[in-house]
């Protein structure tokens, strides 16, 4: 059964920073594409970033480009995805998500899901 735990959301002040973990379980991590994603209350679930197998090319939405940067330890089975700079819209519960098939920004791509963790980012 595959599972993927997010762990790491929190409260934090405007220009604070979080680390935010995804641990995978019940699949051969090395062989999935990672993304994050999220979704603000009363808004449809957006792109955050993603991160190929190998960890050599990476994607990221505008709004979080130059704050946000995702790595992965395939050892670990593990994509992190780190947030400096928040800011309140950044607000939003954060998944991570697997895609077997491609590199991709679209939800639709991605297989597995995890149960989501809260980011709020106080003003």
């Known amino acids: 059964q595959v599972q993927l735990v997010e762990s790491g959301g929190g409260l934090v002040q405007a220009g604070g920073s979080l680390r935010l973990s995804c641990a995978a379980s019940?699949?051969?991590?090395?062989?999935?594409?990672m993304g994050w994603f999220r979704q603000a209350p009363g808004k449809e679930r957006e792109f955050v970033a993603a991160?190929?197998?190998?960890?050599?090319?990476?994607l990221f939405a505008d709004s979080v480009k130059g704050r946000f940067t995702i790595s992965r330890d395939n050892a670990k089975s593990t994509v992190y995805l780190q947030m400096n700079s928040l800011k309140p819209e950044d607000t939003a519960v954060y998944y991570c998500?697997?895609?077997?098939?491609?590199?991709?920004?679209?939800?639709?791509?991605?297989?597995?899901w995890g149960q989501g963790t809260q980011v709020t980012v106080s003003s």
């Open positions: 019940g699949l051969t991590f090395g062989r999935y594409c």
């Open positions: 998500a697997a895609d077997f098939l491609g590199f991709s920004r679209s939800s639709l791509d991605y297989e597995y």
């Open positions: 991160i190929d197998r190998s960890a050599v090319s990476t």
